[in-house]
């Protein structure tokens, strides 16, 4: 039988280019209006009919469309388009299960939205941002945003944004295994559609609300959602939707039994998803595929297609979609008898649903829609209701000002900084008149920093040679860049014996001085936890090390909430005349652990807490890491990614750092360095660092 999770959702992609009242357009009547229009227009087009290619599955199509719209933008620099050609990009990399790059198009288009004052925009773009938030496993996130954008769209009366919203906060419930919650949101969002008789957005309801109820275990009527649903989206030529229909439809006739109608309807699903070149539900086919073969007991074909459906998971790298790879992994290697591997992918599994569905995140989802629910009816029929759209209405004005306020504070500062700049250097030259002062001004000078220097040496010290981590690791490199003379970040490697290894990047409060104390701290409890103790499970040597830093901070008289992040990794080595085998085991404290596979970079999530005091604390898990040979571990801290220059003077992000890493990482370690540091120093510029920067690579 089917597993819970595996019927599909079509969330609503009704955004702001809906209301428009061309959008109906087909692609021949925009082509046709392409060829009559200029400028504005021309580019407001061009994003149309990047919508429309994108509606039809042509991605390629819509991507020279958008490109081509940046390009004639740039000449004419129309803020409004430039917001326009955004969002739509955002959705472009949202379908093709970018998550991660289209939340950051979004979070760097959400201050021009603002500045705008077009609330649907506004609107639009927080919804993006709830979307990818839910794809990427943050639901309480994603709530957020939808309940910041659904008072914005109620204020204009957009009732397709308003549709969108409910569909996606029915959404976060599926995605909590709230069935009834999120049937009572489905079925809001189709008395709307049937109110305006949307057919696209009826057919895509009745698919969700089959979705909802056949997890619920009425099989039966789910099935009679899916064939209305198909009903629809077949009238209405809306492939997309119908391809949910039919991976549901598969996944309903193989728990009646019929493998090979399974199959048919799974069959048109994959055809059309692959043609719309979406990944993410191409797993959902996969997996279904894989239930077809055991089904049918071909058990080695079934853990083949579920591989494969692994593979394509880590790219996307969405929790939702490993969960539910893992969970058919471990069962079908349970079935094939390699009961190794089925405990590893039930842990797995077990970590990251752990991770995103529980009881905290379902109550406080809960509690906080309610809560939203009860505010909105109670202002209703008060004057504090009134008050609070009028709040809304002048929030956009407000922002706007504030923007300008903040451009022209900038440019008071930067006067008052020459200004002072001017009276420090009349100062200085009086200063300097003063040989007797300027002489001691300059001891002084030399005394501090040959105690910042002389603190450097003692850090140093306590960082392990880069000849002992050559001898221990002979193919790493470490890019070590400390903002000020000493530094918060550090590194540390305990040989525990001859074939195993212990190995981090830590990331401690602060910078500087302060930082570098802290690094002390931190330092001595890892040596403490592996050599005192003899602790060499990661996740557990994590734990010692947590409680001996509180003790440490413990004994000051004012509360202290300093700790670190960290990226802590144990390697086993066994040589061999025959072989060298290799395993691994990681765990973290808010710092992920990212390793290659091919072309592409894994990360591993780490436990969100510190080494430190925290509100909730609990165990670090270890996590097994598989790697092939030759391919290569990162352990690293926030500083690289956090650099802000360019051309823009904006943050290196997470993405690019990746791409760095992929675009070199068969290279000699330390032409990996050195390409690393000449990025870096190059986006950087004339910019101060803002952060201490350390980084190690190992290839095993």
Same mark, same amino acid.
């Given at each position: 039988?089917?597993?819970?999770?595996?019927?599909?959702?079509?969330?609503?992609?009704?955004?702001?280019?809906?209301?428009?009242?061309?959008?109906?357009?087909?692609?021949?009547?925009?082509?046709?209006?392409?060829?009559?229009?200029?400028?504005?227009?021309?580019?407001?087009?061009?994003?149309?009919?990047? &919508? #429309?290619?994108? *509606? %039809?599955?042509?991605?390629?199509?819509? /991507? +020279?469309? =958008?490109?081509? $719209?940046?390009?004639? @933008?740039?000449?004419?620099?129309?803020?409004?388009?430039?917001?326009?050609?955004?969002?739509?990009?955002?959705?472009?990399?949202?379908?093709?299960?970018?998550?991660?790059?289209?939340?950051?198009?979004?979070?760097?288009?959400?201050?021009?939205?603002?500045?705008?004052?077009?609330?649907?925009?506004?609107?639009?773009?927080?919804?993006?941002?709830?979307?990818?938030?839910?794809?990427?496993?943050?639901?309480?996130?994603?709530?957020?945003?939808?309940?910041?954008?659904?008072?914005?769209?109620?204020?204009?009366?957009?009732?397709?944004?308003?549709?969108?919203?409910?569909?996606?906060?029915?959404?976060?419930?599926? &995605? #909590?295994?709230? *069935? %009834?919650?999120?049937?009572?949101?489905? /079925? +809001?969002? =189709?008395?709307? $559609?049937?109110?305006? @008789?949307?057919?696209?957005?009826?057919?895509?309801?009745?698919?969700?609300?089959?979705?909802?109820?056949?997890?619920?275990?009425?099989?039966?009527?789910?099935?009679?959602?899916?064939?209305?649903?198909?009903?629809?989206?077949?009238?209405?030529?809306?492939?997309?939707?119908?391809?949910?229909?039919?991976?549901?439809?598969?996944?309903?006739?193989?728990?009646?039994?019929?493998?090979?109608?399974?199959?048919?309807?799974?069959?048109?699903?994959?055809?059309?998803?692959?043609?719309?070149?979406?990944?993410?539900?191409?797993?959902?086919?996969?997996?279904?595929?894989?239930?077809?073969?055991?089904?049918?007991?071909?058990?080695?074909?079934?853990?083949?297609?579920?591989?494969?459906?692994?593979?394509?998971?880590?790219?996307?790298?969405?929790?939702?979609?490993?969960?539910?790879?893992?969970?058919?992994?471990?069962?079908?290697?349970?079935?094939?008898?390699?009961?190794?591997?089925?405990?590893?992918?039930?842990?797995?599994?077990?970590?990251?649903?752990?991770?995103?569905?529980?009881?905290?995140?379902?109550?406080?989802?809960?509690?906080?829609?309610?809560?939203?629910?009860?505010?909105?009816?109670?202002?209703?029929?008060?004057?504090?209701?009134?008050?609070?759209?009028?709040?809304?209405?002048?929030?956009?004005?407000?922002?706007?000002?504030?923007?300008?306020?903040?451009?022209?504070?900038?440019?008071?500062?930067?006067?008052?900084?020459?200004?002072?700049?001017?009276?420090?250097?009349?100062?200085?030259?009086?200063?300097?008149?003063?040989?007797?002062?300027?002489?001691?001004?300059?001891?002084?000078?030399?005394?501090?920093?040959?105690?910042?220097?002389?603190?450097?040496?003692?850090?140093?010290?306590?960082?392990?040679?880069?000849?002992?981590?050559?001898?221990?690791?002979?193919?790493?490199?470490?890019?070590?860049?400390?903002?000020?003379?000493?530094?918060?970040?550090?590194?540390?490697?305990?040989?525990?014996?001859?074939?195993?290894?212990?190995?981090?990047?830590?990331?401690?409060?602060?910078?500087?001085?302060?930082?570098?104390?802290?690094?002390?701290?931190?330092?001595?409890?890892?040596?403490?936890?592996?050599?005192?103790?003899?602790?060499?499970?990661?996740?557990?040597?994590?734990?010692?090390?947590?409680?001996?830093?509180?003790?440490?901070?413990?004994?000051?008289?004012?509360?202290?909430?300093?700790?670190?992040?960290?990226?802590?990794?144990?390697?086993?080595?066994?040589?061999?005349?025959?072989?060298?085998?290799?395993?691994?085991?990681?765990?973290?404290?808010?710092?992920?652990?990212?390793?290659?596979?091919?072309?592409?970079?894994?990360?591993?999530?780490?436990?969100?807490?510190?080494?430190?005091?925290?509100?909730?604390?609990?165990?670090?898990?270890?996590?097994?890491?598989?790697?092939?040979?030759?391919?290569?571990?990162?352990?690293?801290?926030?500083?690289?990614?956090?650099?802000?220059?360019?051309?823009?003077?904006?943050?290196?992000?997470?993405?690019?750092?990746?791409?760095?890493?992929?675009?070199?990482?068969?290279?000699?370690?330390?032409?990996?360095?050195?390409?690393?540091?000449?990025?870096?120093?190059?986006?950087?510029?004339?910019?101060?660092?803002?952060?201490?920067?350390?980084?190690?690579?190992?290839?095993?």
């Amino acid at each position: 039988m089917l597993k819970k999770g595996y019927s599909y959702l079509v969330f609503v992609l009704l955004l702001s280019c809906c209301y428009l009242k061309n959008y109906s357009a087909t692609i021949d009547s925009l082509l046709l209006q392409l060829k009559k229009t200029t400028d504005t227009a021309n580019i407001n087009t061009l994003v149309r009919l990047a &919508d #429309q290619y994108m *509606y %039809k599955g042509k991605m390629e199509d819509a /991507q +020279k469309c =958008l490109i081509e $719209a940046g390009e004639k @933008n740039a000449k004419i620099k129309n803020r409004s388009c430039e917001v326009f050609i955004a969002l739509k990009n955002a959705l472009f990399h949202y379908k093709k299960s970018e998550f991660r790059l289209s939340y950051e198009l979004c979070e760097e288009i959400l201050l021009a939205t603002v500045e705008l004052g077009d609330k649907n925009k506004i609107a639009e773009c927080k919804t993006y941002m709830g979307m990818n938030s839910g794809r990427l496993g943050d639901f309480k996130k994603a709530l957020n945003f939808y309940q910041e954008a659904q008072p914005l769209l109620e204020a204009t009366n957009n009732i397709p944004g308003q549709m969108r919203i409910y569909s996606n906060i029915a959404g976060v419930y599926f &995605d #909590q295994l709230d *069935y %009834k919650m999120a049937i009572v949101y489905f /079925q +809001k969002t =189709l008395d709307l $559609a049937v109110k305006t @008789n949307d057919k696209k957005i009826i057919g895509q309801s009745f698919n969700n609300l089959g979705s909802a109820i056949q997890n619920s275990g009425d099989s039966k009527q789910a099935k009679e959602y899916y064939l209305k649903a198909a009903e629809i989206n077949l009238a209405a030529e809306n492939k997309n939707n119908l391809a949910y229909n039919y991976m549901n439809l598969a996944s309903c006739e193989l728990e009646e039994g019929d493998a090979e109608k399974a199959r048919e309807y799974n069959e048109k699903a994959l055809k059309i998803f692959t043609n719309f070149n979406d990944p993410y539900s191409i797993v959902g086919c996969l997996c279904v595929e894989g239930d077809i073969y055991i089904k049918e007991k071909k058990i080695a074909k079934a853990v083949e297609v579920f591989e494969q459906a692994l593979k394509l998971a880590e790219k996307i790298r969405s929790p939702l979609l490993l969960e539910r790879t893992y969970r058919d992994l471990a069962n079908v290697y349970d079935l094939a008898g390699d009961y190794k591997k089925s405990v590893i992918f039930h842990k797995r599994h077990m970590r990251t649903k752990d991770s995103i569905v529980n009881d905290e995140i379902r109550q406080e989802v809960t509690k906080k829609q309610l809560y939203y629910e009860f505010d909105k009816k109670h202002l209703s029929d008060s004057l504090e209701y009134q008050a609070k759209q009028k709040y809304l209405q002048q929030e956009v004005e407000n922002n706007a000002r504030r923007a300008s306020l903040q451009r022209n504070i900038s440019i008071i500062s930067l006067v008052s900084l020459l200004l002072v700049g001017a009276l420090a250097f009349l100062i200085y030259r009086g200063l300097k008149k003063n040989k007797l002062a300027n002489k001691m001004i300059a001891i002084k000078n030399k005394e501090i920093l040959d105690s910042f220097y002389y603190a450097k040496k003692i850090q140093l010290a306590l960082l392990p040679s880069t000849e002992m981590l050559k001898f221990a690791l002979p193919d790493s490199f470490v890019l070590f860049k400390p903002k000020d003379i000493v530094s918060g970040d550090f590194y540390w490697m305990y040989w525990v014996n001859s074939e195993t290894i212990l190995i981090a990047v830590g990331d401690c409060t602060g910078h500087g001085v302060p930082g570098a104390m802290v690094s002390v701290v931190c330092s001595n409890a890892l040596n403490r936890a592996a050599k005192e103790f003899g602790i060499t499970d990661p996740g557990k040597l994590l734990d010692k090390v947590r409680e001996l830093v509180i003790e440490n901070f413990a004994e000051s008289t004012s509360e202290v909430k300093d700790g670190m992040d960290i990226s802590l990794c144990k390697i086993n080595i066994k040589n061999s005349p025959k072989k060298r085998d290799v395993s691994i085991e990681w765990a973290g404290a808010n710092n992920p652990l990212w390793y290659t596979a091919g072309n592409c970079i894994i990360e591993i999530d780490a436990d969100k807490q510190p080494i430190g005091n925290s509100e909730r604390q609990r165990p670090f898990n270890t996590n097994e890491v598989e790697l092939q040979k030759n391919e290569m571990l990162f352990l690293f801290t926030d500083g690289y990614a956090d650099q802000f220059g360019g051309p823009k003077g904006k943050k290196f992000k997470y993405r690019p750092f990746q791409d760095v890493l992929i675009k070199n990482h068969t290279s000699h370690v330390d032409k990996q360095k050195e390409e690393l540091e000449l990025i870096f120093d190059a986006w950087k510029g004339e910019l101060e660092q803002v952060d201490d920067v350390c980084i190690i690579g190992i290839r095993v």
